[in-house]
């Protein structure tokens, strides 16, 4: 079945770090990628997303690249705020259907 | 905007107990979503509803029943609680297109003692 795979946290960055967090997915046909953040005590929030293949997300200095030949959709910042601190999830929606698969979550801590 | 709104918040029962969690969307959407949120298992989906009248189990259904009461409303039921049972549960609902993103509800903390 369809899956996603994402690094294990949590991440440990002190403001201004580069940040990646990886994520590599199992689907068949062509799946919507997403990342979503969820804040304390908050549900999720669409960060970006990236519908077909090379497709470029985009959103509050996060960036992540569809790459169908690595099934890969890693997150990436030049630098990384205090307020960046949250949990971070990785998911796709499958083409042709109806279900959102998500990751397990990288928690990320940004120290001052 | 509300958007989707779970109630209640925050819940305790005992175990063999049962409750229903609450779920209403006021975006349109045809598609409707309950998970499940553990520590280290990230979010697991329970139930679905991918449209007025029809429900489907996702990964994790046993122990839980689902009413897809009208286009708004999506609940998800508890018979009888299990301490397995105790996390964090969201809501959500999606426009049917695939590449649309979920919209979340704030989430029930349900504790099973």
């Known amino acids: 079945g369809n899956s996603v795979t994402q690094m294990e946290g949590p991440v440990t960055l002190s403001e201004e770090a580069f940040l990646t967090i990886n994520c590599t997915y199992t689907?068949?046909?062509?799946?919507?990628l997403f990342w979503y953040v969820q804040y304390p005590g908050e549900g999720l929030q669409l960060l970006l997303k990236a519908t077909k293949a090379d497709d470029k997300g985009s959103n509050k200095g996060f960036e992540a690249t569809y790459r169908k030949e690595t099934t890969s959709f890693h997150l990436e910042k030049g630098s990384v705020q205090v307020s960046d601190s949250a949990v971070y999830f990785c998911a796709l929606s499958e083409s042709g259907g109806f279900k959102t698969i998500f990751g397990a979550g990288t928690r990320l801590f940004v120290k001052a | 905007n509300a958007g989707v709104t779970q109630t209640p918040k925050f819940q305790v029962l005992k175990t063999g107990q049962s409750m229903t969690l609450q779920c209403a969307q006021d975006?349109?959407?045809?598609?409707m979503y309950w998970y499940r949120q553990d520590p280290g298992m990230g979010l697991r989906l329970i139930y679905y509803?991918?449209?007025?009248?029809?429900?489907d189990k996702g990964e994790v259904p046993n122990g839980y029943n689902v009413s897809r009461l009208n286009k708004r409303e999506f609940s998800l039921r508890l018979e009888s609680a299990a301490p397995s049972q105790t996390s964090v549960y969201f809501c959500a609902s999606r426009a049917r297109a695939p590449d649309t993103e979920a919209f979340f509800g704030q989430g029930t903390r349900l504790t099973v003692v």
């Open positions: 689907a068949t046909g062509y799946p919507s």
């Open positions: 509803s991918a449209s007025e009248g029809t429900t």
């Open positions: 975006m349109n959407h045809n598609s």
